[in-house]
């Protein structure tokens, strides 16, 4: 992985710029993204399957930031969306409509109807309700809608219950011992090309058994449907991969590449990755300033100015995300032992307890580390705080991805009724 963010005579960098000097131009809570971070995690996914690499689709879910779309794009990604609103930043951004596959249990007419004008490369179907959905859309416009159906291949991952989407009870994909009989279906619908298969188990797995176990599953299936005379022409295994947050070892790409290759050997289908996490989390850091280091008769709380509604994924999952210090302490500095927390009203706007850190004066700034997934897109206006602006650099190179949304901002589209306006 590129080293993004480093210390320099004691002071944190991204790439070429400091982040005191970030945090004094933008103000803080505020992400910072390293271009140059997932620039070299893409490469690294496409060299790891070299010479014949997969199309990589991006999952915008991730992070949706437009820059951080187009940084991708330009290096040949395409986009996995799961609404209407994540499809029109792909377009946006730039990329092909035919490098766009489209996921999710709840797609609404409206969106199917979009993305089959758009032309997109695919949809991802969840269920033998959405596929006549689809087929009859599609009849309606006078197209044919490119699909492949994602099958439940009942793994449980080794991750977070929250984020394991294979098992049987899971929302997510058709059963697959029910798949044959929906893939012998779809491929006779008309308004409908039957193109492949697609499964994604969870989110943010190191243990590569458990990939393994889903892709034979998967690749066991397509040699059925093979047999039965259902040509497919894509296997989209998902994403998932995982990215360190505090002392796990990386994720074993080439280890992951080979057993891919192995399993998919003789298949002649396209492959298509969905990773998004994997991608974008490590390039991006979320700097914040301490407002009060608090002592009580038992604990000690080192309070900062983004809480859950900057990152809410320790309240969410109860992850924990490294904290660096923007200054590190010398050698011979005291560390202490705090509880980091957030302003919000909330006892669930908790960072972690027991982070070791240096005494930390008012206004004294720390960057969450692998901060570049799954923050600033579940960010909200709880308690009607500033939300984090976004920045990305590149090398020496520094811009404004997303404006700082204040309170004034936040109230535009509210309105007071007349009669309550009249009752004053």
């Known amino acids: 992985m590129f080293e993004a963010f480093t210390y320099r005579d004691r002071e944190l960098f991204c790439e070429e710029v400091p982040l005191r000097t970030l945090a004094e131009r933008f103000g803080t809570p505020l992400y910072v993204y390293s271009a140059n971070a997932m620039r070299a995690r893409y490469r690294a996914l496409i060299d ?39 499809l029109m930043r792909a377009r946006r951004a730039g990329v092909a409509a035919e490098k766009i596959v ?60 929250k984020i394991a989407t294979g098992r049987k009870d899971d929302k997510f994909g058709i059963p697959i011992e029910s798949a044959p009989a929906l893939f012998e279906h779809a491929a006779s619908l008309p308004g409908l090309s039957l193109e492949g298969l697609h499964l994604h188990i969870g989110s943010q797995i190191f243990d590569l058994d458990s990939f393994a176990r889903a892709y034979e599953r998967a690749v066991a299936l397509v040699r059925e449907l093979h047999a039965r005379g259902i040509r497919l022409r894509r296997l989209d295994l998902g994403g998932g991969l995982g990215v360190p947050y505090a002392d796990e070892a990386p994720f074993d790409l ?16 396209r492959l298509l990755l969905e990773p998004g996490r994997f991608l974008v989390a490590e390039a991006g850091v979320l700097l914040c300033s301490v407002i009060e280091l608090k002592q009580t008769p038992t604990r000690r709380f080192l309070i900062l100015d983004a ?27 005291e560390l202490v032992s705090v509880d980091v927390v957030g302003p919000i009203c909330e006892s669930s706007d908790l960072f972690g307890r027991d982070y070791v850190l240096p005494r930390l004066a008012p206004g004294a700034l720390v960057a969450f580390r692998t901060a ?14 500033p939300s984090p602006a976004e920045v990305l650099v590149d ?30």
């Open 372 to 385: 570049g997934a799954y923050g600033m897109v579940m960010a909200s206006d709880y308690n009607s705080r």
């Open 48 to 86: 790891a399957f070299a010479p014949d690499p997969p199309l990589v689709c991006y999952a915008i879910k991730a992070n949706h930031n437009l820059a951080v779309i187009r940084t991708l794009a330009l290096l040949g990604a395409g986009a996995d969306v799961v609404s209407g609103g994540e």
């Open 395 to 424: 090398g020496s190179a520094v811009a404004l991805v997303r404006a700082r949304r204040e309170p004034d901002a936040q109230m535009a589209g509210e309105h007071i009724p007349d009669w309550l306006v009249r009752h004053e």
């Open 254 to 269: 080439a280890g992951y590449a080979a057993r891919v290759r192995a399993l998919t050997r003789g298949l002649g289908l």
């Open 102 to 161: 489209f996921a999710g249990v709840g797609k609404t007419e409206g969106e199917i109807r979009t993305a089959i004008l758009e032309g997109i490369l695919q949809f991802n179907v969840e269920s033998a309700g959405e596929l006549e959905r689809i087929a009859a859309i599609a009849r309606a416009l006078g197209r044919t809608a490119p699909i492949a159906l994602r099958v439940n291949p009942n793994v449980a991952a080794s991750t977070h219950d």
């Open 307 to 333: 809480g859950m509604n900057a990152l809410m994924r320790p309240a969410l999952y109860g992850a924990r995300h490294a904290l660096w210090p923007v200054r590190a302490p010398r050698a011979d500095e």
